[in-house]
């Protein structure tokens, strides 16, 4: 079934699911709401149409012969018209096509979609929303290149490069281009070790003691030491995917992908806690901070501030970083990554980093056949080094009562 909404800022739009199965978006622009009717109800003949085999109506086949080329082409483009023989490609326009190409792709995750569409404003504001998309050239992009790069760093120019050659990527396999003006456009390294940064235990227990309750000491655990993505997996973990029993959490990607982690020490503590104030009814571990208004980073800005501390760069992806470089230093790369939820070549490229405990590990434990046949030198014998993991952290215990976490006396 179609249906038809419109945003608060007057813009329409039919979603509907294809006869062949997928979902697609047709955007109608600013439009008064009769008008947006009248092309539903074509819309959901049209696709009756089409699942019984039959011909629309006349009326239907009339109508479509008197849309204007930007609607017909829409419509072409969701699987709803045939191609008009003298249809100029020209037409298409760059901010129509990117915003139809991200609409139709119905099982992205909602941050990759955000993504998408941060994509979409670089790339409309450099080379111009109405442009046609046949117009740009191999000069355009190199151009549209040298503009990002004057405002962002090579690692986020070549990420957004990586997204704007498959917007025309998909161009051309619709027959809407015939080249990608991109294809040759190099983007550069996407690591940027500049912002790379390890929270170390000490500094996440400053931030935990800083932190308003417990359930932003949660938030932030979740990230440190359990390698979570904030707030989507944050967010997402339901009281239901902790398994007391076996120790282990089922974390939710996406609407149909998951992965199981270790319930580590440091969090297991805070997650009982969460059970016993969880109402009666409840379905997720954070309860207070799910709301649109809700700026997590920001919050978490002022509590390191609160703390006595620096903001380090990209807040949460560095804590996740961080805990896949402690883990890596005690368990096979592969098991790691399965908790963490990437791939060996996206953790050694963007995850892992070399970190002080690293040097101090190399200058305390000798291995030189010097050091064993007893050699001395003017340096005192050091201490071995206490890695990351094991550093200063008060881990929470396990209750003595049994491994199912107590429930308060009022039932939550």
């Known amino acids: 079934m179609a249906h038809l909404s419109i945003d608060k800022n007057g813009r329409a739009q039919i979603q509907f699911r294809h006869p062949g199965g997928k979902r697609h978006t047709l955007r109608l622009g600013k439009v008064a709401k009769r008008l947006g009717e009248s092309v539903l109800f074509r819309v959901r003949e049209i696709i009756a149409a089409i699942r019984t085999g039959q011909s629309v109506s006349a009326e239907t086949a009339a109508w479509l012969g008197t849309v204007t080329p930007q609607l017909y082409d829409r419509l072409v483009r969701v699987g709803l018209a045939e191609p008009r023989a003298d249809t100029a490609t020209a037409d298409v326009t760059l901010d129509d096509f990117v915003r139809d190409y991200i609409d139709g792709r119905a099982k992205l995750k909602p941050f990759?979609?955000?993504?998408?569409?941060?994509?979409?404003?670089?790339l409309v504001e450099r080379l111009g929303a109405r442009t046609p998309l046949r117009s740009i050239t191999p000069g355009d992009a190199d151009r549209f290149k040298e503009k990002m790069l004057a405002d962002y760093s090579v690692a986020t120019v070549g990420r957004e490069i990586i997204r704007v050659r498959q917007f025309f990527k998909a161009a051309k396999r619709q027959g809407l281009i015939d080249a990608n003006p991109f294809e040759d456009v190099k983007g550069g390294s996407q690591a940027n070790e500049s912002r790379a940064h390890f929270v170390t235990r000490q500094v996440a227990q400053a931030v935990l003691d800083a932190c308003p309750d417990d359930e932003w000491r949660l938030i932030f655990a979740l990230s440190r030491f359990g390698g979570l993505r904030c707030?989507?997996?944050t967010l997402g973990l339901k009281l239901q995917d902790i398994d007391w029993a076996a120790n282990k959490i089922v974390i939710r990607e996406s609407k149909t992908k998951t992965r199981?982690?270790?319930?580590?020490?440091?969090?297991?503590?805070?997650?009982e806690r969460a059970f016993d104030a969880a109402p009666e009814g409840a379905e997720y571990v954070i309860q207070r901070y799910r709301g649109a208004n809700c700026n997590l980073r920001t919050q978490l800005l002022r509590i390191i501030s609160r703390a006595g501390l620096q903001a380090w760069p990209r807040l949460f992806h560095n804590?996740?970083?961080?805990?896949?470089?402690?883990?890596?230093?005690?368990?096979?790369?592969?098991?790691?990554?399965?908790?963490?939820?990437?791939?060996?070549?996206?953790?050694r490229r963007h995850y892992l980093q070399v970190t002080e405990a690293d040097f101090e590990k190399?200058?305390?434990?000798?291995?030189?056949?010097?050091?064993?046949?007893?050699?001395?030198?003017?340096?005192?014998?050091?201490?071995?080094?206490?890695?990351?993991?094991?550093?200063?952290y008060t881990?929470?215990?396990?209750?003595?009562?049994?491994?199912?976490?107590?429930?308060?006396s009022s039932g939550g």
Request: glycine share 6%; with cysteine; proline share 10%.
């Open 112 to 122: 990759t979609r955000r993504n998408l569409q941060q994509s979409r404003r670089m």
């Open 231 to 233: 707030p989507s997996e």
């Open 260 to 271: 199981t982690i270790p319930m580590f020490p440091e969090i297991r503590g805070l997650l």
């Open 319 to 347: 804590l996740r970083a961080s805990r896949e470089t402690e883990l890596v230093g005690e368990h096979p790369i592969h098991v790691v990554c399965a908790w963490i939820g990437n791939s060996e070549r996206v953790a």
């Open 362 to 392: 190399a200058t305390s434990n000798p291995t030189s056949p010097m050091h064993a046949e007893g050699r001395t030198g003017p340096h005192a014998e050091k201490e071995t080094a206490v890695s990351p993991a094991n550093a200063n």
């Open 395 to 408: 881990a929470v215990h396990v209750p003595s009562t049994g491994i199912e976490p107590v429930t308060s």
